[in-house]
């Protein structure tokens, strides 16, 4: 591809090999996902957000703990605490407190997120703190052997639900919704130029911001219901989406349609912002307090 050509290209969709030296270290022979993971097409949706905004990568910081995402962080060129399993956003809460002008990640899986981390998790988008929280959803636990989830959707088969799950699974934004996160969005890796943009946004936002990236496991949920190829689940992810908005392209919306609330569609996943709204944050707010507080004593 020419310069001109690159240069004109849709800022989204930038070369990855124009991105992985300045954003990422990506030794040969060391990729350590399994063979079509979706956490690789989630990783480049990431540097591409990271390109879109013009961040220096110094100033990135990230948390994470256990899971099959856990070794993306180790490829990027940011700061990154891999701490205890479930506790990234405390991680990332004192980060933030501590260096405000730091841009604050964390990268969870559906189980780091929302099982052993739930708590740490509605209370942090509860506080409004300015940290962006990528959720990527796979359906189950998938570093450990494919075990059931909170994410896990109802009558789907796991190593743990051999005939089915028979509970209802989480829908992780009306969860962040419902404690208080300012921005919640959602978007899969079937749908790359998309969820660029919305990584972006919600980098970019003020205040809490949470992303549930729906991102396929082939290898463990995929082949025991019926979709063993990593091709099977992009498919799905995109006859099974719908968007919230009309005003959406062609690249972003991959030929998955409108959501019509009142129409037949059958639909599983509704993508866009679901929900923004602006609010005090909460290291803003400590600061305030901590000024009326000397003006108090003096």
Not at 94 to 117: F, H, R, S
Request: with cysteine.
């Amino acid at each position: 591809m020419s310069a001109d050509a690159k240069k004109n290209r849709p800022d989204p969709m930038t070369p990855l090999d124009d991105l992985i030296g300045q954003y990422a270290d990506m030794p040969p022979g060391n990729f350590r996902y399994c063979p079509g993971c979706g956490l690789g097409m989630a990783q480049s949706a990431l540097m591409r957000a990271f390109h879109r905004l013009d961040l220096d990568i110094s100033q990135v910081a990230s948390a994470g703990g256990s899971g099959c995402y856990a070794v993306m962080a180790h490829y990027f060129k940011s700061n990154h605490v891999h701490g205890s399993h479930g506790r990234a956003c405390a991680v990332a809460t004192g980060m933030k407190l501590a260096n405000p002008e730091l841009t604050v990640l964390t990268l969870q899986g559906d189980g780091d997120c929302l099982a052993i981390g739930g708590n740490h998790f509605i209370h942090a988008a509860r506080r409004n703190i300015d940290i962006t929280v990528i959720c990527f959803n796979n359906f189950g636990f998938g570093d450990t052997g494919g075990q059931l989830a909170p994410t896990t959707p109802k009558g789907s088969v796991t190593e743990t639900s051999p005939f089915g799950m028979p509970e209802e699974a989480f829908d992780p934004c009306k969860l962040a919704i419902g404690a208080g996160a300012s921005f919640v969005a959602r978007s899969t890796v079937a749908h790359p130029v998309h969820l660029t943009k919305t990584l972006a946004e919600a980098i970019a936002w003020k205040g809490f911001a949470f992303v549930e990236v729906l991102q396929h496991c082939h290898v463990l949920w995929g082949r025991r219901n019926g979709m063993p190829e990593a091709m099977d689940m992009l498919n799905f992810y995109r006859e099974k989406s719908a968007f919230n908005t009309a005003a959406i392209s062609e690249e972003e919306c991959f030929g998955s349609p409108i959501y019509e609330p009142d129409g037949e569609q059958d639909i599983n996943f509704v993508l866009g912002v679901l929900h923004k709204e602006q609010r005090p944050e909460l290291g803003e707010e400590l600061a305030k307090l901590r000024q009326r507080v000397k003006g108090d004593a003096s």
